[in-house]
């Protein structure tokens, strides 16, 4: 098979290797809730090695100076509402220039008014999780009674602030088959993006069960079934470039990647509650070529630059570099962004110049995160892309 159809994928216009596309900043691991698959392991206290305020601002300033285009900027944590200094963050980040977004917890904290300032601060888009579709199942991975029902409520409170909405659903084998219900509420939220996150055993998230690959395949490709209900993107499941182009290139998908009994599971339930399995959307948005260091990085709480935050190797920190010198020079950074140094399958894979794989599942799993993705189930070379 050969694959002619870059449009199934859009690419980055900007040079990877120089300035990314997104950035997340934790700027705190304070939060009051719980999650069981928290990726930072978060406490209900401020670190006090945090970046302070004059910190914080020296770094979004250090991003600015990229000119456009700029990365845009999630300030996420733990809970951004355990910082008293968030708006003022807000308001400067989007003074000088960037694109700016939160990812706050569900909290008392997350009220119509503290929206409503962030959207009067600048802040274009507002993240919330919905790890469930319903109560039981979605305030039980968050540790918390009642999360849900205030997530349906903020969900409504931020469109109503007009603030774009992305909702994050963590995917683990516990919540596979959540998901048709869990999109039918990102629909009814009238979501801007439904993102994806496919668990790194890392932080808490590792007394979780992640999917095998050939249930990772089935959920990717029941993803791109339902793309036209809502905008989809993976986090940490960078093969769905790969089904998005192996996808266009043949006439019939069925036939060509037939459908196991979990994404027939997926389908029945979705035309169930959706009453279709196609949406009314007449195009998709097709999936990003970004990858942890080749167009996306993470700053830790204490200023640490990492790939991504799913991956825990430090790449240098901004007390000691600029943000910008870092992400450009960091060896690390550097190798993550040269697919010919990835090992096994992703080593030889006709797709790793788009893909290239999870680099945090790698490190997870193998310990090296140039190491193949043990989240796909592809197998090189029954594929060509041109
Ligand atoms: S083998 Fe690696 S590079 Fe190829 S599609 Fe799978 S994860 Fe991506």
């Known amino acids: 098979m050969t694959v002619t159809t870059p449009h199934a994928v859009r690419s980055l216009h900007r040079d990877a290797g120089e300035r990314p596309f997104l950035v997340i900043w934790e700027i705190t691991r304070a939060c009051q809730l719980a999650c069981q698959h928290c990726r930072a392991d978060s406490i209900h206290h401020r670190n006090p090695g945090e970046l302070d305020t004059d910190a914080g601002r020296r770094l979004l300033d250090d991003l600015a100076a990229y000119g456009p285009p700029r990365p845009m900027v ?9 910082r008293g200094d968030l708006l003022e963050l807000v308001t400067h980040g989007t003074a000088v220039g960037l694109h700016m977004s939160i990812a706050p917890s569900v909290t008392p904290k997350l009220t119509a008014t503290a929206l409503g300032q962030l959207r009067a601060a600048g802040a274009h888009a507002v993240s919330l999780s919905l790890d469930g579709a319903s109560a039981a199942v979605h305030d039980g991975v968050r540790g918390v009674p009642g999360v849900f029902d205030a997530t349906l409520a903020a969900a409504r409170t931020a469109r109503d602030a007009g603030l774009r909405l992305q909702v994050n659903t963590t995917v683990t084998r516990a919540n596979v088959h959540e998901l048709p219900g869990v999109l039918q509420r990102v629909v009814g939220f009238d979501a801007a993006l439904w993102s994806v ?6 932080g808490r998230g590792g007394q979780l069960q992640t999917l095998d690959a050939d249930q990772v395949e089935e959920v990717l490709h029941w ?3 339902v793309s036209d209900h809502v905008a989809v993107k993976t986090t940490e499941a960078p ?4 089904v998005a182009l192996q996808r266009a290139a043949v006439d019939d998908v069925d036939t060509a990647f037939p459908p196991g009994p979990l994404r027939t599971r997926l389908r029945a339930a979705t035309v169930e509650l959706l009453g279709s399995l196609h949406g009314p959307r007449r195009t998709t948005r097709p999936p990003l070529a970004v990858n942890a260091g080749r167009g996306f990085a993470f700053v830790d709480h204490l200023g640490q630059v990492y790939p991504s935050g799913f991956l825990p190797l430090g790449a240098g920190s901004v007390h000691d570099q600029t943000f910008r010198t870092i992400y450009r020079d960091s060896p690390l950074l550097r190798a993550l962004r040269d697919p010919s140094h990835f090992g096994g399958r992703c080593g030889r894979c006709e797709f790793n110049e788009v893909c290239g794989g999870s680099r945090s599942h790698a490190f997870a799993v193998t310990g090296d995160p140039l190491a193949e993705d043990p989240t796909c189930a592809h197998q090189p070379g029954a594929t060509v892309a041109t």
């Open 74 to 82: 999630v300030l996420t944590g733990g809970d951004p509402f355990e």
């Open 197 to 202: 996150f496919f668990l790194v055993p890392t």
């Open 223 to 225: 993803l791109h079934d």
């Open 239 to 242: 093969h769905f470039r790969r």
